[in-house]
């Protein structure tokens, strides 16, 4: 197996940002940056002490994996763009299928998805984000596995169905967990209380996922069946539509929920 | 102003031994433990050193305040049931209004509610939770807030409309939020994935209130405008009608509120 020692980032983003960083701190290499904004290429290059590019067609073949680090929009005809087909690649998106690669033309090609969200220039630990890997074939998968394993401590291999499973189940747990604590966020103001005092208890709910499953965690007044503080609580957002409909709808599936528990 | 000294719980539920457990560490004593059950009542007297009882009639009066931690529908026949009336008495429910005790004939009593979830015997740092007091009078405020602040670094008052809005926003936060979990570690098992790839990204969600609001820190497809994405999902969720009918219901509702932004 000939080991990946040097790494081609292609996008300047948050993601690339963050791989750049944890691979040279364990050892690799940066090869060359690409981004189509020549100023953010630059300037991720200076800090991964590499070569940058905005031009696809200059994204050169002296490298071990090209990692396409953009937007899902921009995978395909990014991949396409490259010149090269014979250097491995892979992409980092959680809802782009592995088959684009094909598609254009690749021979060695894979997913190198981390399950976290990724904030501008904030330091993470690394070691401990889910990776979850795909590759074409079983060759490159012990590539790639030798480089995830060198910057997390929790790799694992998903399918392009799996890992679409896992993205769907992201939005849940995450997007709309957040929007929840943003109506909280913005019932509170409304009436001159600040958010500071659901700080504990939002923490504290998400701690005990750690220690028993959200199904035994569940609490609140429909896991209880109490339909007095439901009404009332139905009554309280009558001015608040929007806010009305999401807590009906969310009560009325837990309550059936759990009368099968 | 007379100092609060011995307490009577009336109730021996999770809010009861937690408050019971936290009084005595702090030197305050607890006078005499009443519950229906009278086995619960006699497990946590032990445990308390105090008498108790199953019978509201036997609720004494040689105590300081009464404490009544029952559920909600139980407060209001419970607060009848006490045979003293000049005792001083809270409630520690964020949807039961003060406005009980004086219908039960009470002339001094209040609200005494920690916001967050006390699950059974397990410990807590009590001086981090959020303590939420009314007070039907300046004198007994002073009273309550003595002890109160005894027990936790942040006391605030709330009154009883401003109390409904936090307990309706608590359902949002943490209620509906740890559903949405649920229904992430149901597609994830439905698939042979394990919860745990999402616990990081759970966490680090969770973790983001410290540093910014949930309106700035949210993410996702709904965020992005990304229509590819949503109709993916709303695809792959056809055969979760229930999923399918609440994902779509609050990304229609995130990108509404982020047309404003």
């Known amino acids: 197996m000939d080991a990946i020692r040097k790494i081609t980032l292609i996008g300047a983003g948050n993601v690339a940002w963050h791989l750049g960083k944890v691979f040279l701190q364990n050892g690799l290499q940066i090869h060359q940056v690409w981004s189509r904004t020549g100023k953010h290429a630059a300037e991720l290059a200076e800090e991964l002490n590499c070569s940058h590019t905005n031009k696809l067609e200059e994204v050169d073949s002296h490298t071990d994996l090209y990692i396409i680090a953009v937007s899902d929009d921009a995978i395909a005809s990014v991949a396409e763009g490259i010149p090269e087909r014979n250097i491995p690649v892979v992409h980092t998106s959680g809802a782009t299928p592995i088959s684009i690669f094909k598609d254009a033309g690749y021979g060695k090609y894979g997913i190198f998805y981390p399950l976290q969200t990724l904030s501008a220039k904030k330091p993470v630990d690394f070691s401990k984000i889910p990776l979850s890997i795909e590759c074409s074939g079983e060759d490159f998968e012990k590539q790639l596995k030798f480089i995830a394993n060198k910057v997390s401590e929790n790799v694992f291999t998903l399918d392009s169905g799996q890992r679409r499973i896992v993205h769907v189940a992201a939005v849940f747990a995450c997007n709309f967990s957040n929007y929840m604590f943003m109506i909280a966020e913005d019932l509170l103001e409304k009436n001159d209380i ?68």
């Open 194 to 261: 600040p958010f500071e005092v659901l700080k504990p208890l939002i923490k504290e709910t998400a701690g005990k996922i750690e220690h028993s499953s959200p199904y035994e965690s569940q609490t609140g007044p429909a896991v209880r069946h109490d339909y007095r503080i439901i009404e009332n609580h139905l009554d309280m957002l009558k001015n608040e539509e929007k806010y009305r409909e999401i807590y009906n709808l969310l009560t009325q599936n837990i309550l059936k929920v759990l009368e099968k528990k």
